[in-house]
């Protein structure tokens, strides 16, 4: 039977990928399941990371990367390729996978990419509403939000999201990066001169993964938890990650549903 127009389409959901089972059913799980609700069109996962794929894979659990779920989406048929993103912002992985499309585009008839979750103004201003309604003003106290953070240039998300709070009158809430800017010590002077004496950590990530459980929150010297006690905080720690909040599922979805209503020629 011929396919219909719809089954010419398909997806694929592409994250980085984590191999912590749990931050995968309670952060990553809800995510997917908002988008492929927003479709009626064969949606495949697929993770950028060869070290969470190879991990997954000794589990006994093939995930494919973007290339593996293309040639999927080939062999079944598909003659236009939705790929969406539910990386954080633009980034070094981001411009890897407009890359890796462009390379493929001429096996498809049309191949689009989405935007990730911070892509513009309106979705830092989102974000900052959602962060702001996860923790409670108390006196004395200020929350920080932990990124993973990159030097590319996308790393202007995480400053802009800082200025998206003070305008929202959320001086209390602060963001920090565990490889960008502003890293640790941005963070540390501000909660000294705003005289916190507790501080309340969370992932400013996906998932409360490795980087949640390790640099965030791990007992090493080296983490964020272990070196704000050092200096004499009370510290609390929320290990979820932000694809367990329904109002950034629906983020996800919006931008999904942008993708999948889009006409023109893609890439």
């Known amino acids: 039977m011929e396919n219909t127009e719809t089954e010419k389409r398909g997806a694929v959901l592409l994250s980085f990928g984590t191999s912590v089972e749990e931050a995968r059913v309670r952060d990553m799980a809800p995510v997917e399941a908002a988008l492929r609700a927003c479709t009626g069109v064969p949606c495949l996962t697929a993770y950028t990371s060869p070290t969470i ?36 912002l633009y980034g070094f992985e981001y411009d890897s996978i407009k890359k890796a499309l462009e390379e493929r585009r001429g096996l498809f008839k049309q191949v689009r990419l989405g935007v990730p979750l911070l892509s513009g103004t309106e979705d830092l201003r989102a974000m900052a509403r959602v962060l702001g309604g996860l923790w409670p003003r108390e006196e004395g106290a200020a929350a920080v939000f932990l990124g993973h953070g990159t030097e590319h240039w996308a790393n202007m998300a995480y400053p802009a999201l800082q200025t998206a709070l003070g305008l929202l009158g959320r001086e209390d809430l602060l963001i920090g990066t565990v490889e960008g800017w502003p890293g640790y010590e941005e963070v540390s002077r501000e909660l000294s001169r705003r005289g916190v004496k507790k501080v309340r950590l969370s992932p400013l990530m996906l998932t409360a993964g490795d980087h949640a459980r390790n640099d965030m929150a791990g007992a090493g010297e080296h983490s964020w938890r272990s070196r704000l006690e050092k200096e004499g905080y009370k510290v609390e720690c929320r290990l979820e990650g932000l694809g367990a909040l329904p109002p950034v599922q629906e983020m996800y979805a919006g931008h999904f549903r942008a993708l999948l209503s889009e006409d023109g020629d893609g890439l």
């Open 53 to 88: 794929r190879k991990i997954l894979q000794a589990r006994g659990e093939n995930v494919p990367d973007l290339a593996g779920a293309l040639e999927a989406l080939l062999r079944a048929g598909v003659e236009e390729a939705l790929v969406q993103p539910t990386h954080l």
